[in-house]
């Protein structure tokens, strides 16, 4: 059953992820159209190739970079399966630990067939335009991160 918990919570995220960067990239055409507002002035869809880690921290145009976060991702994702494994994880940690690794498998997916993750994300607010753009794997990547963070040494469910 724990297993199956953390199976399906990568799963949808991973799934959910590359559904939506195909919709926005490819299907709506974003990287040509410039941007796209959806919820203006604080949701606009923006083509961005990012070939650092979140909010382009670290770019690299080479490929040993993208190699190294290729399997730095990689690297995480085991982490978090053997520490989710030798223990009694509660459910949240379990879709937490699902959440972060399907998002993180997400970026590693178009690092593999792009060279760079595909983001589109940009929110803004109040007069401030926030230059940085991210996608929906790194909100499940923020997202699990927490609730590992959250739930740790909470008794199990």
């Known amino acids: 059953m724990r297993a199956r918990l953390l199976f399906w919570s990568a799963f949808w995220a991973f799934l959910i992820d590359q559904i939506s960067k195909y919709l ?32 382009g921290l670290f770019q690299g145009d080479g490929d040993a970079s993208r190699w190294i976060l290729i399997g730095l991702s ?18 949240w940690m379990l879709i937490g630990g699902g959440l972060l690794i399907g998002g993180a498998l997400g ?17 803004s607010c109040c007069g401030i335009d926030n230059p940085y753009v991210f996608n929906v794997a790194d909100i499940f990547i923020f997202a699990g991160a927490a609730a590992l963070i959250l739930t740790d040494g909470k008794k199990p469910s």
């Open 24 to 55: 926005v990239v490819h299907v709506m055409d974003v990287a040509h159209r410039g941007s796209i507002e959806v919820l203006p002035p604080l949701l606009t869809f923006r083509y961005g190739e990012n070939r650092g880690i979140n909010f």
């Open 74 to 91: 990689l690297a995480i994702c085991a982490v978090v399966l053997v520490w989710l494994s030798r223990g009694r994880p509660s459910r």
């Open 107 to 123: 970026n590693v997916i178009d690092r593999l067939i792009y060279g760079y993750v595909l983001d589109f994300l940009n929110m």
